[in-house]
């Protein structure tokens, strides 16, 4: 699997299109349908927003912040394999624990923010667009998945009522299982490839001079 491709199926999963459909019908269920329609817009052009701004200024807040990158590749796969452990034991938090609240805009809070949007998706737009690993023309590509995945995300907002038929409610939860494991298991990868950059740059070279041949 090239580089590029292993981005754009980690990026799919942690934003998770499917997963967000029941959520996104919970949450405006009391709207008509072009009110809906507009939340979904604003939603999607929110998390658009704040991820492309990650995928451009977070490796210099990083660098502000004195955090290198092996560091952050250990620290971010923790969060994005705890993030599909949740996907694949958890399927319902989603639903059981985020809500609208009075005075918020729905497609803000907790829509764009933490469902689309969230701390697993930024971690992972900084980790693919790696100084030395991603060159410019690998950001502006990545940038593209990134829209193309939250394009996919505004149409399945838009058709929320039919794919819930057509899926049903075991449909859903299995197709989150399996980007969980599937998530889980890149999240992985992240860590370990971390923890080697980290150990191949911090370990010391130690040399031995050759021996001296005796006359």
Known sequence: MTSLAQDAITLFVVIDPVGTVPLFLTLTRHLDPVSRRKVATRCVIASGLV??????????LLGALGIGIPAFRVAGG????LFGLQM?????????????????????????FPAVAGPAAMLTVILVSEPGRATLV?????????LIILATTWIMFL?????????????????????????????????????SQYIATSMPVVTIPPASSSE
């Open 159 to 195: 058709l929320a009522n039919p794919i819930q038929h057509l899926l049903g409610k075991a449909g859903a939860n299995l197709i989150s299982r399996v980007l969980g494991m599937l998530l889980a298991a890149l999240a992985a990868q992240t860590a370990l490839d971390g923890l």
């Open 78 to 81: 923790i969060v994005v394999f």
């Open 138 to 146: 690998d950001r502006v590509l990545v940038g593209a998945i990134l």
């Open 51 to 60: 991820l492309l701004a990650f995928l451009v200024l977070g490796h210099g």
């Open 88 to 112: 694949i034991f958890e399927t319902e938090q989603k639903n059981r624990t985020a809500h609208g609240e009075s005075g918020h805009d729905l497609a803000i809070f907790p829509l764009a």
